[in-house]
């Protein structure tokens, strides 16, 4: 791991409103964005009214359209992220490689010109 990150996060006017249900929909929503950041979580506790955090990263590394598109995957719905898929081959069989906007499910691609 590159670097350690801890983080508190408290609920709004201190309520206590997470019970399990809660809770264990934080607890997936929390690995859906760990695998999509791909950072690790390292330990975490979530009370009713708060929750602590410890967050590894990693070094920086390029990584393949296939590991980019797994997570996507975590995040977002398999259909919609083919569907996507299918728009950005399509737009590279034309020759452009150089994504750096995208409005994503409208309209097309935008790329850096200069």
């Known amino acids: 791991m590159e ?4 983080s ?16 264990e929909r ?16 390292v330990t975490y506790v979530i009370m009713s009214n708060h929750f602590h ?8 590394v390029e990584i393949t359209d296939e590991e980019l598109y797994e997570r996507i995957e975590a995040a977002y ?3 919609w992220v083919q569907a996507q898929r299918q728009v950005i ?5 034309q020759g452009c490689d150089d994504f750096t906007r995208r409005d994503w499910g409208r309209g097309e691609p935008q790329v850096r010109t200069d």
Not at 26 to 41: L, N
Not at 53 to 60: A, D, N
């Open 89 to 93: 081959d399509e737009y590279r069989s």
């Open 3 to 6: 670097s350690v990150i801890t």
């Open 77 to 79: 719905p398999r259909m």
């Open 53 to 60: 955090i410890l967050v590894g990263t990693p070094e920086v």
């Open 26 to 41: 934080f607890r997936k929503m929390m690995r859906s964005v760990d695998a999509f950041c791909g950072v690790q979580v």
């Open 8 to 23: 508190l996060s408290r609920v709004v006017d201190r309520r206590f409103v997470l019970g399990d249900r809660e809770k």
